[in-house]
C-alpha cells in the first residue's frame, strides 16, 4: 500500500494482531538486510506533519547502583579525638573550627540560653545537644527526678547521655560541631565526666559555667514545668557545684553577663583549651 510521501505513518500492528502476524521482521523488511548508507529521509511537505524518528533499540531500564544519585553515604561516628593545636603561630579562631563542647553547670545557669545562642552565631555548621530535651523524649514512664534520684531516673539519665553521645559522634564524623549541656557533678566523675568522655571521645572539651547562687535562684524561679526546681534544691546542687573550682576544668561566672557577652567568653576559653586541652 502507498502513502505520500510526508504524510502521517499508519500505527505500527501489534505483535499477533494485523496481517504481519506469524511472520518474521526480516520477511516484512527484507531491505534491512542490504548493506550501503542510509536511505535519505523523505521532504517534509507544508501541512503536513513530520515523520516521527526511527526507533532506536531500546534497553531495558536497570536500577541505580547502591550509593549514587539519591544516595548519600555518612561517615560512621566514632570517638572525637584530641583537637591539635594550630602549627601555624596565628591564634586558633575556635569559631570556624569544628568542636565538641560539654557546657556544666547547676539548674538555673543559663547553659541552654547560652548553647542555643553560641551555636546560633558560628561560622560553621553547629548543633545542640540539651541532655534535658532528649531525657524527656521519654513520654509515658518518665522518670521526673523532681519526685526524687532513684534507679529508673538513674536509668533514663545514662541512656540519654549515651544517645546524646551517639549524637555528637555522628554530627562530628560530618563535620559538624556540637555543644552539649548538663548539670554534671564533680564528686560523681564516674557517672559525669567519666561517662561524657567514654560516649563522646577524649576531644570533648569541658566548660563550667556557674554564676553565683543568688542568680542562679532567680533564674530557676522563672522556670515552668518540670524543669523548675525547689529553692533547697537548686541550692544544693549549687553547693556541689562548686567542686568544680580547683579542678582544673574553665570556668565561667556569668553573674553578671548577658548570653553574647557569655557567648563570647566562652569563645576565649575554647581558644586556650584548643591550643591546650584540659587534663581531665
Not at 538486510?33 to 531495558?60: F, I, L, V
Not at 543559663?110 to 561560622?123: E, I, L, N, P, Q
Not at 561566672?253 to 581558644?271: G, K
Request: proline content about 15%; hydrophobic content about 35%; glycine content about 10%.
Amino acid at each position: 500500500m502507498q502513502h505520500a510521501v510526508g504524510s502521517p505513518l499508519p500505527p505500527p500492528h501489534q505483535p499477533g494482531h494485523g496481517p504481519a502476524a506469524g511472520r518474521s521482521p526480516a520477511a516484512h523488511h527484507p531491505a534491512q538486510h542490504q548493506q550501503g548508507p542510509a536511505a535519505p529521509m523523505p521532504a517534509q511537505h507544508p501541512g503536513y506533519p513530520a515523520p516521527p524518528p526511527p526507533a532506536g533499540p531500546q534497553h531495558a531500564s536497570m536500577p541505580p547502583p547502591p550509593d549514587t544519585t539519591g544516595h548519600v553515604t555518612l561517615p560512621p561516628g566514632g570517638p572525637v579525638g584530641m583537637p591539635s593545636a594550630p602549627q601555624a603561630p596565628a591564634t586558633p579562631d575556635p569559631t570556624a573550627t569544628t568542636l565538641a563542647v560539654l557546657l556544666i553547670g547547676p539548674a538555673g545557669a543559663g547553659k541552654t540560653s547560652v548553647a542555643k545562642y553560641w551555636a546560633d552565631h558560628r561560622r560553621v555548621p553547629t548543633a545542640h545537644i540539651s541532655l534535658d530535651d532528649v531525657r524527656e523524649w521519654v513520654r509515658s514512664g518518665f522518670a521526673d527526678p523532681q519526685t526524687g534520684w532513684n534507679d529508673n531516673s538513674e536509668a533514663q539519665y545514662r541512656l540519654a547521655r549515651r544517645t546524646c553521645g551517639f549524637a555528637a559522634r555522628n554530627f562530628l564524623a560530618n563535620g559538624i560541631s556540637c555543644i552539649l549541656d548538663d548539670a554534671v557533678f564533680p564528686d560523681r566523675p564516674v557517672v559525669g565526666l567519666g561517662g561524657w568522655k567514654r560516649h563522646v571521645g577524649p576531644g570533648l572539651l569541658p566548660v563550667v559555667l556557674l554564676p553565683g547562687l543568688d542568680v542562679v535562684l532567680e533564674r530557676n524561679a522563672e522556670r515552668t514545668g518540670n524543669r523548675r526546681l525547689g529553692d533547697e534544691e537548686v541550692a544544693r546542687i549549687h553547693g556541689r557545684m562548686a567542686g568544680w573550682y580547683g579542678s582544673g576544668l574553665p570556668i565561667i561566672d556569668n553573674s553578671q553577663l548577658d548570653v553574647p557577652e557569655t557567648a563570647r567568653i566562652l569563645d576565649d576559653v575554647l581558644t586556650r583549651a584548643i591550643a591546650s586541652p584540659p587534663k581531665w
